[in-house]
């Protein structure tokens, strides 16, 4: 069954935005959108649901390392609850603790200087994000599937 998940980096200037190939395989990084107005953020994902087919919305949350919502997380929520409600789509959310930290490092590994990259970083981490998610998402039926064999 084809997969279409947005995979979204949520910053209080910018959003890293990421998708997927049908299968649900890999993630990557499509572009990042300067953040001016809520109406214009929703018209630019919009866009990007109708044009992909977009299924579901996943949500890198900023866990503090306790494991606990934070204001930041609690902003972001309340953010992609409304965004999510005007595209009708379900939200499903993704610890993203460190991603940022592991999209520069990634960056620095290719050979690409993440200073004045925050667009790339946005995008890369977006697609960490999305990539953690479809990851979970096939284990935990390789798993159902394993459970269902016996």
Not at 89 to 105: H, I, Q
Not at 107 to 136: F, H, Y
Request: hydrophobic share 40%; proline share 3%.
């Amino acid at each position: 069954m084809p997969i279409s998940a947005l995979g979204l980096d949520v910053g209080k200037k910018r959003i890293g935005v990421a998708g997927c190939d049908g299968t649900g395989l890999i993630a990557f990084g499509i572009e990042t959108i300067e953040h001016r107005s809520f109406n214009a953020t929703l018209e630019q994902l919009q866009y990007l649901v109708t044009d992909r087919q977009v299924s579901v919305l996943v949500v890198g949350l900023p866990y503090a390392m306790d494991g606990s919502l934070g204001s930041q997380a609690l902003q972001i929520q309340k953010f992609t609850i409304a965004i999510a409600s005007k595209l009708n789509l379900p939200v499903e959310y993704v610890d993203e603790r460190l991603t940022s930290f592991e999209a520069k490092e990634m960056l620095k590994a290719e050979g690409i200087p993440a200073t004045r990259q925050k667009g790339l970083i946005d995008r890369k981490a977006a697609a960490i994000i999305l990539q953690q998610w479809l990851d979970e998402r096939r284990s935990s039926k390789h798993s159902a599937s394993v459970c269902n064999e016996n």
